[in-house]
């Protein structure tokens, strides 16, 4: 099984994101599961459920940081994507801790980030942004065609190795585009196994 994590600030675009680019795998033939990992409270994994007929979990930090919470409870979280057999594991995380990096070593990373968060906003994502493998920029159809070269220039800068695509959460225009960016990435890698030094939380709210 294949994962794919997916990072990014609150309210950028990252489950619509996800919702069209599993819908396209889909269509190929692509058992795919969903885990979506958040603070409080979220019906994503709801979501994916309804519109997709997926597999989808949730996992409610409450007090932690949903980056720390995911990465300590990854390793349960790729276990249920066995159980369920499927082909492609997405792990969506909140993002709200910049400073931490949400990637795996390994595994294949996305980050989404949303023109409308200001010209030095992709200098602020940190290890999120910079370590990410597929950056995904959102909302650029409410900017004009300079900012958002500007903007594509400003997370050039912070990640000049990733690959730059627009997607349009509501449309979907962009999303087949970042399907063969996905695909090519995960031919590249081979399946990993995520794992982390820290353990002993279990993955919380299970709708399946």
Known sequence: MHVITLAGAPSSGKTSVLLHLATRLQKEGVYVAAVKFDALTSTDHETYQERLGIPALLGLSDYLCPDHYYVSNIEEAYSWGLEQEADLLLVETAGLCHRCAPHITGVPALTVIDNLGGMDAPHK????????????????????????????????????????????????????????????LLEAKSEVRPSSSLSGHDVADKSL
């Open 125 to 184: 994502m940190g290890p999120s942004l910079a370590q990410a493998d597929i950056v995904v920029i959102t909302k650029s159809d409410l900017v004009s065609q300079a900012e958002r070269e500007v903007f594509a220039h400003s997370v050039a800068e912070v990640n000049a190795q990733a690959q730059i695509v627009f997607v349009n959460g509501l449309t979907g225009t962009g999303s087949l585009l970042l399907k063969r960016h996905v695909q090519a």
